[in-house]
């Protein structure tokens, strides 16, 4: 589905599509950033993905026909030094609007300062054009103050913020209390790793 046209060139460094070569190093990238992770079974502290998880998860995106994964790379050595993760979507429900959303958009620790972010923004802009989207949005994360300063002083405006808690404390947060029968259901399932789809609550 994406096709970038072109390499875009900014100062030392270029853009272009990644390839599965390019997955290595964006994994030692992925973790020079502390990505990727995810929440604990009880939601309270973050854990590393093994790499072989994060290897198998660039696979996809490389192959994926709905996203464009850019690399921005260090023209003497050839290193790759930033990554952006590029998806067409639609923002708003009742009057959508197209956008081209960039999940991720890393930058190697010692490449940060040096235009390596705005290359990679501009081969986002580029693609957009390409395929006539008239907006860009970036994922950051709230607490991520230097990133979301970045994005500010490049015209970058707050969207809608996204908050997120796992079921067990929404349930103790909500009174959620079972029958009796649900709650043995709730056991056997657990045990097997596997957690009822619905849960019906008392109270709204």
Known sequence: MYALEGIVSRGNVRVRPAAPSDISELIVLSEANGVPEHMSGRGRRARKTDTATIANRFSQ???????????????????VVGFAVLLEEQVGVLAPTPTMYISHLLVAPSYRRRGTGRALLTGAVRHAEDREIDHVVVGVQ??????????????????????????????????IVDSVDRAALRRRRSVRGVLPSRVVGRGA
């Open 61 to 79: 995106l490389l192959t994926d026909p709905d996203r464009l994964v850019l690399v921005a790379v260090e023209e003497e050595h050839g290193a």
């Open 142 to 175: 709230a607490a991520a103050r230097d990133a979301n300063r970045y994005l500010a002083r490049l015209g970058f405006a707050p969207l809608v913020v996204r908050r997120i808690a796992s079921v067990q404390a929404l349930r103790r947060s909500l009174g």
